[in-house]
Structures are given as C-alpha cells and as structure tokens.
C-alpha cells in the first residue's frame, strides 16, 4: 500500500492507486463505479467473456479494507450492472464477501444502475446522496452550493505520454468545487472526456498514483 496524500476541500484525503478515496478523519473507504455482474450479464448477451470479474474485484476491495480498516464503506453509485438470474454464481460469491465482511457499514449511494435490483438485499444502507460537511457524496456530480462534490458515474481517465508510448489509465479528478473518483470495476470504460482546464489529474497506474495537471489543451502533464 503505498496512498498518495492530498488535500480535498481542506481534508486530509488519500488517494489509492487501486482505485480508492480514503478520508482519513472520518476513517471511510470510498470507491465507485463496481458494476458487479457486468461480465455475466454481458455473457448472457453472447459477448465471449472469461469468468471471475466478480472474484477479482472483491478480492481487490477487501484488499483494501483488510489494509486501512474502515469504520465505514462507501459505494458512490452502480454497485451492480443490472437485472439479474437469482441463480447467478456472482450473487453467491458476492455473499460470501459480505458474510467476510460482516461487521463493517455499508453505505450505497445509489446509482442509475442499481435501480435495476433490489441492492438493499447485500446489506447496504441505501440513500440518494450523503452530506458530510464539507461534502456532499453522490453519484452523478451535481453542484452543490457551499459543498465540495464526491462523485463517480463518469468513469474518469486520463492519457499520460511517456516519450513515444501514450497510455489511458483511470483517474481521479479534482477540480475547485469536485473530485471524482475512478471506476472500480475491472470491466468500466473510461470517459472520453479531458479533464478540465482547472482540474488536477491523478492516474491510477499500476505503478501508483501519478501527479498530474489538466492542460487547456486536454492533455495532461506532470505536475
């Protein structure tokens, strides 16, 4: 584990390269954008995809509460990919984490996603969005006057050029007034989008978090 510290709207904040927001004075874990089941349900529209998306991810996610043992973990939105057989093996693997699990808070922010099932079953508690001063925890970012914004749902990335080579990893992106957080799950696109000119970007390599700072141009330097 080797988090790279920041300041988000005054709070001591730690970013993860697995993808992960750790709010130190609180002791919550955030992450966003897990998509569980994807793989299946992309499997029973005939896309020829390997199994164990499910498995790897939990085992990434209690990776990271067995490492900074959370008070409390908390799902910006789209837990789940969609609509599902009961009979699914990911729903019995996805139980036997939370049955490891069984003694940390859950919270669900609630995602356009997570409509599609009844995600209070995996023992979360489920809300439309979170205030805790100085911000306010969503799914889609949204302004909010007087709150910095912790938000997923845009599946942030950016390009980093390394001599001849250009890379598109996950990101975290902070701006003035939001910050959002990477896709967790392994099978999320990345947004097509540029950070914004005022926005500082941190890419989640495999080599850690990378420092980097938004160009008008929407590329991205080291910063």
């Known amino acids: 584990m080797n988090p790279h510290a920041v300041e988000i709207a005054g709070e001591a904040m730690q970013l993860d390269a697995r993808r992960a927001l750790w709010w130190t004075r609180q002791r919550w874990l955030l992450v966003a954008d897990l998509h569980l089941g994807k793989a299946s349900l992309l499997r029973q529209a005939g896309a ?3 199994r164990g998306t499910t498995t790897h991810d939990l085992a990434r996610l209690s990776a990271l509460v ?8 908390l799902v910006l939105g789209d837990l789940v990919h969609g609509a599902e057989r009961l009979d699914a093996q990911w729903l019995h693997t996805f139980a036997q984490w939370r049955e490891r699990h069984g003694g940390l808070a859950l919270t669900l922010v609630g995602g356009n996603h997570d409509r599609h099932m009844q995600v209070e079953q995996f023992g979360f508690e489920v809300v439309d969005e979170l205030i805790a001063a100085p911000f306010v925890l969503m799914h889609a970012p949204v302004a909010r006057a007087g ?6 749902h845009v599946h942030p990335g950016v390009s980093v050029r390394d ?9 975290f992106w902070r701006g003035p007034r ?4 990477p896709a967790f799950g392994s099978l999320c696109g990345l947004s097509p989008r540029a950070p914004a000119a005022d926005d500082h970007a941190f890419a989640a390599t495999p080599g850690g978090i990378l420092a980097l700072r938004s160009s008008a141009s929407g590329g991205s330097r080291r910063g």
Do not use: M, N, S
């Open 48 to 50: 020829a995809l390997p």
């Open 66 to 73: 067995d490492d900074y043992a959370p008070q409390r973990l």
């Open 147 to 152: 709150l910095h914004v912790l938000a997923g």
């Open 163 to 171: 001599g001849r080579i250009q890379q598109r990893w996950p990101a």
């Open 178 to 181: 939001r910050t959002l957080l």
